[in-house]
């Protein structure tokens, strides 16, 4: 599901953005709003951002869209231009891959900004069972293919949790979780999947001799019902929950802080999310979320440095800022001066690895 942030002033944005043809850059077509698009699980944080914004400085509101970060990070590096956002938002970094696609499309100059951290959260319906999950659990449920017999890779028989780890609830496995165009999905599978793939001898003996199998195997997880794609839309996730008892989701900690009435997180080798754990790294699924900013946008569209200034400001991602309010983790004060002055000096970053 695709989310649109539209203040008062926001329809004004709209219309210039229509008005502008169809080319993707220069020409004397203008935006007289800021437009980012990206991560449902940025999405809450930008549009804070966005109303203190519209509120302080006035004009145009910002067009603030919720397109997954994959969709956000294609959209941006479309090119330069008006027809293109000036910002994406993205819950795991910039890939090499989208990095040379927009260097195709002539976006040559790209600021990354770190924002804060974030986990993802295992949860159920506050009235469920209560699960004490080890990391390797998630890949004995999850993953489409487990080790079988004289070392094969078979399709995942199991159904039930108990059948995974004897010290779980005998319930159906069945898991609501974010589509492939997520970043949060990226992460889930990079810091939760692959590492648990790597407790499996089978699974770390063939990371040493086919990397490249590992990794079909550790990031394809099950089509069978057992994971059931669930749309860009967090909220929606938090709900089913309530509404389809013995399941569990996977979702941003933001969104578990925002629906503590209705659903509770589990932990995963003893560790609940929590900001400290998120913050120190001791949470297993914890992650860094990012803004990335056009530089040849900014001086262009109208506010665009003031806004990402805003966005990294003390009083917004800093410790007892706005943004913490709406669960986001922040960045040590140090860290947090850093991205700061990397706003102030228009710093762009190198070809990702």
Known sequence: MIRTLL??????????????????????ATRSGIWA???????????????????????????IESLGTGGGI??????????????????????????ELCAKNGVTDIIEIKIGYDGIVIATARTGSSFDLRLADLYGALAAQVPGAEGAFVANPATHWNQVNPALPNQRIQVYGPPPTSGTR??????????AAKTMPALAALEA???????????????????????????????????????????GYSFLE??????????IDGVAPTLDTIADG????ARSLYIYVKKAHIGVTPGLLQFVQEFVSNGSAGRDGYLEDRGL?????????AQQAAIQAQTVMARPQ
């Open 258 to 267: 925002q629906n503590l009435d209705t659903v509770k997180a589990e932990t």
């Open 329 to 337: 983790v922040p960045l040590p004060a140090d860290q947090l001066a």
């Open 209 to 251: 001799s086919d990397k490249a199998r590992f990794e079909a195997l550790s990031h394809t997880l099950r089509e069978d019902g057992a994971w059931i794609d669930s749309g860009e839309n967090d909220n929606a996730i938090v709900q089913t929950l309530t509404r389809t008892p013995g399941s569990l989701g996977v979702f």
């Open 37 to 63: 698009a990206g991560s449902s699980t940025v999405f809450p944080f930008a549009t804070r951002v966005a109303e203190n914004f519209n509120r302080t400085q006035g004009g145009a509101a910002p067009r």
């Open 74 to 99: 294609q959209a941006f590096c479309q090119g330069v231009g008006p027809q293109t956002p000036d910002i994406a938002n993205a819950s795991r970094q910039m890939k090499a891959s989208e990095f």
């Open 282 to 285: 001791s949470y297993p699924l």
């Open 186 to 195: 990226d992460a889930f599978l990079e810091l939760g999947m692959a590492p």
């Open 7 to 28: 203040t008062a002033a926001s329809a004004v944005a709209l219309i210039a953005v229509a008005a502008c043809g169809d080319g993707a850059g220069g020409g004397s």
